[in-house]
Every structure is written in structure tokens, then in C-alpha cells.
């Protein structure tokens, strides 16, 4: 079935009939579903699926855990040389918990990936085909050799494929054959095999459309395509990581370094301060040591990051905000310009007619979009019959007589087919009593089409019930005069002289200078015996003058208040149109972008401006009007140069550079093409600018959701590490000494840590990954990509905690034993579980303090549910290791009285008091600095 040889050399009807298609039907259903079972999905190879078994073994390719296996393999190996007496509590402890955390790490990886693999599949690309005589949309990975495939300006082409039609049909194919000008296309056969970028009567997956449409004959799917090839070079090539990433590593490389040296620090003191007497001794020394090591780094953090992310990305793209790439979310927070198309996305993309100027004076419509609802009004007036509505009425009846819209109702809702001029008459017709009805009893007969060189459009009808027919018209103001030679006034036909041709110029540039985009409105009559059997511009000539149409497009609500809300945090906001200046201008001060009078630049100033004049132009200006598709990346890379984070929104094939430059390229989701698609990191669903704006705050709760987990993790794991050195070098004074049976006194055992770091890393890290926004974080200007993700401020705080939870902890065994600081009665034992009780307790307070540096941690408490469950999860987990028997010899645990449970609950709230304490130093010193925080101290705090 498929072409063996060039399908290029062969005529477009051979290659139809090799691959057993019908051009005009397409193929069927079943044939599709054979084709697809023997071809398989038009996909690029992608690396084969990683098996879940070796996801799970994957979770033991870390330092850390091999660090754990050792410790594993010493604790046997005493146990051997001991004798092998009773079970090896020690080995199997450290070996559940290698296992458990084995497998959070599998499954946070899993949950990841279904997340990315679901964001993907949102921003599918799709292709228009025919199939058993219907156009239909399908994803592109569905297409088959053989499939009839429909290509329209801005369409990705799904697959390679040969011409069957061409018309004005251009391809950009530099994405494969670096040809940097669009090429033209032929459905013509050629004489002889030529290179890639010679076959004009071929299109290839990757490419896109730039002009013209085109039908095609699909050759060639998957890897079997040209792109496929070139796929084939690029499987080895891996992807760089973020920022964020090599961030996140370097913190880990780190932090790893430090932990391995205060581990065998702490090995060296205790080996030192103690008597070691056996080789259980040095074994329990040396499993400390390798357990403190691993408590101290959250090993599972590149885990956690993926989820939060994939969790975050998710919600995005619940609100319409779909981004393409989970490390894009760190740029969004960064972001300092939104640089925004006009139409559809900060206006509602809906044209609508507003004003009717006629020789007799104006009409205004009430009413905005599509819905065909509302009112001719004079002033504040219900408009009544007078020669004012007779006009009205023949005007929008004339303009919705010369369009190709059509207007309908479909499941509730408005829709419209065609240009939205053209249909913003159609639903102004429905506003004026008899108008809409007056139209459907005329049928076309001939049309002279609308294109950019004549500036208006004609059509020939006539009435359903016979009789002379009409010439209606319409088109670019002052194009349509110059073609008129009458006017309607009432009832009547008068000549248009140069009195009533300069009231109608006056009426036209009194519409535009409101920014109204204008357009005229005429017709003639033709008699039975004049009828001709076609009409062209010759045609279009003695028409008689109705009047001139307002329209503009509103802006969308909500758009406005996003326009503040990005304002107020520091993003600086620019409009960018096509439209008029005037238009420009009076859109970007009704949305508040600009203040009244501001400056606009227009396209042709742009490109007058050295580099150094655009810098400093977009430094200042933010409305840009009249600008051309390579206007928009000329303002990026300004932009960029001068330092700023770019989200640049765009929708046309020809913005595809500027959203491939762009920091955050953005790509329209309903209106948009595939190609902008393609080339952007995100899409908007529903094209609204509100959308970015809720992206942007989105990105940066994600942002601060990850230095919460980092903060609680990195103090949590330190107070581990402060507690175990400090408990071995003051163990003295703590009453933390041996007895007869004992050469060896530590203040925590090796299992003990690793419980700690099961229990209280995972679930608490992960519930802080989704926190709602505690403080406003709009309420402060972007982040800079230099910021690091933990600065000097922020690592204040973290040892700052680490030291308390320490402090606490070994208070708390102090209380128990006797001969240290405070007289108690308790064993060791039971001294070394409440200390262990406490550190867990801390931790768990702690989860509270983390939720921000500098907010107190009772601001919006209650708003996460899933970190109270991970709160309650911990206490559970540790009531069972204190108080099960099996848990208890596993351990090393012993039952605790309720007064030891309430005494280690208080000295672990310690670690919330304190740190409220310095929260509310740190806002106190700020106001009376007269200052508010800068938004990275903030973060940082």
C-alpha cells in the first residue's frame, strides 16, 4: 500500500490510485482503522517506555541510598560475626525503609508523568481530512497513509504528503530544508527526482502554511517521514535541564558534602568520647553515622519537585492556561512584560456595530459580541420610524445583503461563519425591527469578492418575488465615495455634491477619530432588462450613498482588573495591534494599560529606530499600533536586551518567531494556528488575557510553594544533624551516659533517624507542594532569574529551626535522665523516646512555620486539608512506633506516660513560638523602616 517509488516524478491520480483513495471521498472508517493496525500512529519514535520494574529499581541508583546498603551490609555482617543470634533487627529496619521510600519515589515519578502526558495531550495537534465523503478534525497522530488531507493558511502539516490541489499554496519549510522564504507550491508532476527542497508538488510533516490551501494526498506517516529521519539523528541528544534544575542538583551536591563531613565528624567525636569495647560498638557508630548522612538530605526532593510542578501545570491548565513544559512555570513567576495582542485577547474578537452615520443623522446600538440582542436608540431614545430609521435600516439591510457570514444558533449558543465584519451586520441587523426579515427575502446571484487591493465587496440579488434586482456594496470609506454619485436622504435619492460629500466625510472621520473602524455602505438598482449574466468592477460605478457603519471590538470582561492586577505586581503590560493608533489608543486607556494622550508607535516607527532609539522606545512606550508580524519580534529582542522577562501572546503563523524569542512564547488556543502552537511554551484555552495574568500568579504560588518544602526539609533534616552532634558532645551534661552493660550512648539510634525521615519528609513536603497563596503575591514586583532559590536570608532561618528542634529535643531527654541538668528518673531507653518523640513533634510543627519566611503561620491555617492530613498522618505513625509492641523492639522505642506525651508535644511547639517570634521581629523592623518587603526577601525570608 505504500508509495515505493519518488512521488514526486508520478502524477498526483497515480499516487491516488496506488494508495487506493478516492480524492474526493477520502477514505473510509474501517479503512482508516486497517490502515492504522498495519502503519501503527502517524508518532515520532519516542524512547521506549521505561518498565516499572526498573522505575522501581531506578529509586536505588542515589549516593545516598547506596550509602543506606552499606549500612544494610555492615549491620549483617555484625550480626554474623556475632554469632547470628536472634533476628537482625537493625539490617531489616533500614532495609523497610530503603524499600518504602523506594517505592513514594515511584510513584511521586509515575504521578509526574501522567501529569506531563496529560497536559501533552491537551495541546494535541489536530489536521482537517476527509473521510467517507465528510471534512473532519483528528488529531495528527491519527492520520494514515492514504488520508485525503485539507491544508488552510496557518495549519502544521500532520504528515508528508503529495499534492493533489494547489491554490496560491506557500510552505514554510526552513524547519527541514533550511529554505528561509516560504515556498511556492505546485500539484504539477515533475520531470525528474530533485532534492528535498525542490519538490514543489510535495509537503512534509513539520511545515506550515503560510498562504493559499491546498489538498493532499498523505505518502507518508511517523518515522517513514522526511522529519522522521532527521528524528532519527536526534534520540541520542539529551535536553538541557532549567534553571530551577541545575539549581535544585548544585543545592543537593552541597548539601550532600556538608552532611557526609559532619557524618564522619560525628563519627570521629563519638569514636573519641566513647569506649569502644566491641564490634558492635563500632557497628553502631559507623550505622549513626551512614543513617545521619541520609537523614540530613532529602533525597526524594527532585521527586517532589516533579509533582508539585505537574500538580501546579494542572491547575493552569483547569484554568485554560496550558504550559507545555513544567520547568516554563519558574519563567511565568519571573515574568516582568506581558507584550499582548489586541484583538481577542484583551478584546472579546466579536466586532460589533455601534454606530450608523447616514445624511440624516446618527444611531447608536445597544449590545455587544455575537448575541443578536439589543437596541436602535437616538441619544437616549428608543429610536421611532422617521427617515433617520428608514436609513438605519437600509444601511445594515445593504451590508448584511454584500457579506459571506452566516450567523446561527447551535446548542445554546451563537456562532458565526466568516469574517466577523461582515457578521457583526448580520447580528445589527436583528437590533432594528424588520431589517433582518427584510434580507431574507433577497437571493444572490453574482459577487465581485473582497480583497486587499479594491478594499470592498458586491454582490447582485434580487427579490425572491422577481422584479429589478440590486447592485449592494460595501467597503473602505473613502473608496465606496469615490464610486458614488448619489445619496439616500429618507425616502429619497439625491445627487451626492460636494456639500453632502464633505457632511459624509466629516461623518467618517468624526467615527474615526472615536476609534471606530468604519465602513460604507451603497447600492443600485438594476433593471430586469440590465441584468447581466455576471458583474465585475466595471459594475461597481453610479452607486447610490447609504451611510457609514462604527464598529469596534470590546474589550472582555475581566480584562481590565487582570490589566491592574498585573500592573500592581510589577509586570508591565503592552498592547500590540494592527489597528489604527487612534483605535489603539483609546483600547489601551479604557483598560487602563496606558494613562490618557499616551505615546503609541506605530510599525514604520519602529522600523526607523536604530537599536538603540527601540530600546529606549520600548522602555517607554506600551501601545503599538499599525504593527507588522516582524514588528513583534523586534520588540522582543528590545525588550530581552534590556533585561526583561517576556510573555509575548500571538496567534498567526507569522508570529512564530517572536513566540519561539519570547521568554514565555504564548500561543491562542481557539483562534490561534497550529504553527503559533508549536512555537509557544504555553496556550491559552480560551485566548484571554486574564488568563496569562492568572498564570503568572499561579507560576509564582508554585515558586513558593518549592522554597516552602525546601525550607521545611533542609531545617527539619538539620535539626536531625544539630541534634545528633550536640547529644554526643554534651552527652555529659544531659545524664546521657553509659551503664554497665554500655560503651556506647547516642542520643538517637540509626533506625530512629531513618523513621523520622520516612515519616516526616514525604507527606508534609508534598501537602506544602499544593499551599494555597498565604500572602499576596501579586502584591509584589517579578523575581529576578538570578535570584537564588535559597539565599542567605532564607538559609538564616533554616539553621535558625534546625538549632531549636536540637535544643528541645535534647531538653526534653534532659528531663528524663537523671544526672544531667534537670534531675530525672527515666532509662535511657525511655529517655532516648521521648527525645525521638519530640524531634518527630517539631517537625511536624514545623510543617506550619515553613508555609513563609516572614507571614505569620496562623494566617489562613485551615485552608490546606491536605497538610493537616499529612499532620495527623505523622502523629498516628509515631503514636504506633512508641506504643506497638513490634514497633517498639524494631525501634528501639519504649511506652511513653501521657505526661511524656503532653512534655514532648509543648517542647516541640517551642519550635513554632520561636520562629513566630523572629517573624514578627522581622515585620516589626521592616515598618519601622517605613519600607515594605521587597518581593525575593520576601520569598527568601
Not at 488556543?669 to 504553527?675: K, M, R
Not at 547516642?746 to 515519616?759: D, F, G, M, S
Amino acid at each position: 500500500m505504500a508509495v515505493s517509488a519518488d512521488p514526486s516524478v508520478r502524477t498526483a491520480s497515480a499516487i491516488a490510485a496506488t494508495l487506493d483513495v478516492d480524492p474526493v471521498v477520502g477514505l473510509t472508517a474501517a479503512e482508516v482503522d486497517r490502515r492504522r493496525a498495519v502503519y501503527g500512529p502517524n508518532e515520532l519514535r519516542q524512547a521506549r517506555p521505561i518498565p516499572a520494574w526498573r522505575k522501581l529499581i531506578e529509586q536505588f541508583r542515589d549516593p545516598l541510598v547506596y550509602l543506606l546498603i552499606v549500612a544494610v551490609a555492615i549491620s549483617l555482617a555484625a550480626w554474623i560475626a556475632e554469632g547470628a543470634a536472634g533476628i537482625p533487627i537493625d539490617a531489616m529496619v533500614i532495609s523497610a525503609v530503603l524499600l518504602v521510600n523506594a517505592v513514594l519515589g515511584y510513584l511521586q515519578q509515575v504521578r509526574a508523568e501522567s501529569a506531563v502526558a496529560a497536559l501533552q495531550s491537551m495541546a494535541e495537534a489536530t489536521s482537517t481530512v476527509m473521510r467517507d465523503g465528510v471534512l473532519t478534525v483528528v488529531p495528527s497522530r491519527e492520520l494514515v497513509v492514504g488520508d485525503v488531507l485539507m491544508l488552510t493558511e496557518g495549519d502544521a502539516v500532520g504528515a508528508d504528503g503529495r499534492l493533489l490541489t494547489a491554490n496560491a499554496l506557500r510552505v514554510a519549510e526552513a524547519a527541514l530544508t533550511g529554505e528561509s522564504e516560504p515556498v511556492g507550491k505546485s500539484a504539477e508532476s515533475l520531470d525528474e527526482a530533485k532534492p528535498l527542497a525542490e519538490r514543489r508538488n510535495m509537503v512534509y510533516r513539520g511545515t506550515a502554511v503560510t498562504q493559499g490551501s491546498g489538498r493532499v494526498v498523505v505518502t507518508a506517516t511517523g518515522m517513514a517521514t522526511e522529519i522522521g529521519a532527521i528524528a532519527e539523528l536526534l534520540e541520542a541528544i539529551e535536553s538541557e535541564p532549567s534553571p530551577l534544575q541545575r539549581e535544585l542538583a548544585q543545592v543537593g551536591r552541597y548539601l550532600g558534602l556538608a552532611v557526609v563531613a559532619i557524618a564522619v565528624a560525628v563519627i570521629a567525636v563519638t569514636i573519641a568520647l566513647s569506649e569502644i569495647r566491641t564490634l558492635h560498638d563500632l557497628v553502631t557508630v559507623l550505622l549513626l553515622g551512614v543513617s545521619l548522612a541520609v537523614a540530613a538530605v532529602p533525597e526524594g526532593l527532585p521527586a517532589i519537585v516533579s509533582v508539585v510542578l505537574a500538580l501546579g501545570v494542572q491547575r493552569m491548565a483547569a484554568r485554560n492556561a496550558i504550559v507545555k513544559s513544567l520547568h516554563s512555570v519558574e519563567t511565568l513567576g519571573c515574568a516582568t512584560v506581558i507584550a499582548s495582542d489586541k484583538t481577542g485577547t484583551l478584546t472579546q474578537n466579536q466586532m460589533t456595530i455601534t454606530r450608523v452615520r447616514t445624511a440624516s443623522g446618527e444611531v447608536q446600538l445597544t449590545g455587544v459580541g455575537y448575541v443578536p440582542e439589543g437596541q436602535a436608540r437616538i441619544g437616549g431614545d428608543e429610536l421611532t420610524d422617521s427617515p433617520l430609521a428608514r436609513e438605519a435600516g437600509l444601511a445594515l439591510a445593504v451590508g448584511a445583503l454584500a457579506n459571506n457570514a452566516r450567523l446561527e444558533m447551535t446548542d445554546g449558543r451563537w456562532d458565526i461563519h466568516g469574517d466577523p465584519t461582515e457578521a457583526a451586520f448580520l447580528v445589527a441587523a436583528h437590533k432594528l425591527a424588520g431589517t433582518i426579515e427584510r434580507t431574507r427575502q433577497f437571493t444572490r446571484y453574482a459577487e465581485v469578492p473582497f480583497t486587499s487591493e479594491r478594499k470592498m465587496m458586491s454582490a447582485l440579488v434580487a427579490g425572491d418575488g422577481g422584479g429589478d434586482g440590486l447592485l449592494v456594496a460595501k467597503g473602505a470609506p473613502d473608496v465606496l465615495l469615490g464610486r458614488c454619485s448619489r445619496v439616500q436622504v429618507g425616502e429619497e435619492v439625491l445627487v451626492l455634491d460636494s456639500r453632502r460629500r464633505a457632511a459624509a466625510l466629516s461623518d467618517i472621520d468624526e467615527l474615526s477619530g472615536h476609534a471606530f473602524r468604519t465602513l460604507a455602505v451603497a447600492y443600485r438598482p438594476v433593471g430586469v432588462d440590465d441584468w447581466p449574466d455576471d458583474i465585475g468592477e466595471v459594475d461597481e460605478r453610479d452607486l447610490i450613498y447609504v451611510g457609514v457603519v462604527g464598529i469596534i471590538d470590546p474589550p472582555r470582561p475581566g480584562v481590565a482588573e487582570a490589566v491592574n492586577d498585573a500592573q500592581r505586581a510589577g509586570v508591565r503590560v503592552l498592547m500590540i495591534t494592527g489597528d489604527h493608533p487612534a483605535t489603539a489608543r483609546r483600547i489601551a486607556e479604557d483598560l487602563g494599560v496606558v494613562e490618557p494622550g499616551a505615546w503609541v508607535v506605530s510599525g514604520p516607527d519602529l522600523d526607523a529606530l536604530t537599536d538603540t532609539e527601540l530600546r529606549d522606545a520600548v522602555g517607554e512606550a506600551s501601545v503599538y499600533a499599525r504593527v507588522a508580524p516582524a514588528n513583534k519580534l523586534q520588540i522582543v529582542e528590545a525588550l530581552e536586551a534590556g533585561g526583561e522577562v517576556v510573555a509575548m501572546t500571538g496567534d498567526g503563523v507569522n508570529d512564530a518567531p517572536a513566540l519561539k524569542a519570547a521568554d514565555i512564547g504564548i500561543a491562542m488556543g481557539h483562534n490561534g494556528t497550529a504553527v503559533a502552537r508549536q512555537a509557544a511554551r504555553m496556550i491559552l484555552a480560551d485566548d484571554n488575557f486574564a488568563t496569562i495574568v492568572t498564570a503568572v500568579r499561579q507560576g509564582r504560588v508554585i515558586f513558593d510553594n518549592i522554597r516552602k518544602f525546601l525550607r521545611y526539609l533542609l531545617s527539619s533534616n538539620l535539626g536531625e544533624v544539630f541534634t545528633v552532634f550536640f547529644g554526643v558532645l554534651l552527652a555529659g551534661h544531659l545524664g546521657m551516659t553509659a551503664g554497665p552493660q554500655e560503651s556506647v550512648v547516642l542520643p538517637l539510634l540509626a533506625t530512629q533517624i531513618l523513621w523520622i525521615n520516612l515519616v516526616t519528609d514525604s507527606a508534609p513536603a508534598l501537602a506544602m507542594g499544593v499551599d494555597p497563596e498565604i500572602d499576596d503575591v501579586m502584591a509584589r514586583p517579578p523575581r529576578r532569574p538570578s535570584d537564588r532559590i535559597i539565599g542567605a536570608r532564607m538559609w538564616g532561618g533554616i539553621v535558625f529551626v534546625g538549632l531549636v528542634m536540637a535544643m528541645v529535643t535534647l531538653l526534653s531527654m534532659d528531663l528524663v535522665r537523671p544526672g544531667g541538668m534537670v534531675a530525672g528518673d527515666g532509662s535511657l531507653e525511655q529517655a532516648r523516646t521521648v527525645g525521638f518523640t519530640t524531634l518527630v513533634f517539631a517537625q511536624l510543627f514545623n510543617t506550619l512555620n515553613a508555609r513563609s519566611g516572614v507571614v505569620s503561620a496562623f494566617s489562613r491555617l485551615f485552608r490546606n486539608r491536605w497538610l493537616w492530613v499529612s499532620l495527623a498522618l505523622g502523629v498516628v505513625l509515631q503514636i504506633a512506633v512508641v506504643e506497638l509492641p513490634f514497633l517498639q523492639t524494631a525501634f528501639g522505642t519504649e511506652s511513653l506516660s501521657p505526661a511524656q506525651w503532653f512534655t514532648a508535644a509543648g517542647l516541640a511547639s517551642v519550635v513554632l513560638w520561636f520562629e513566630e517570634l523572629r517573624k514578627l521581629t522581622m515585620r516589626t523592623l521592616r515598618r519601622v523602616r517605613g519600607r515594605r518587603p521587597s518581593p525575593c526577601r520576601s520569598a527568601k525570608g
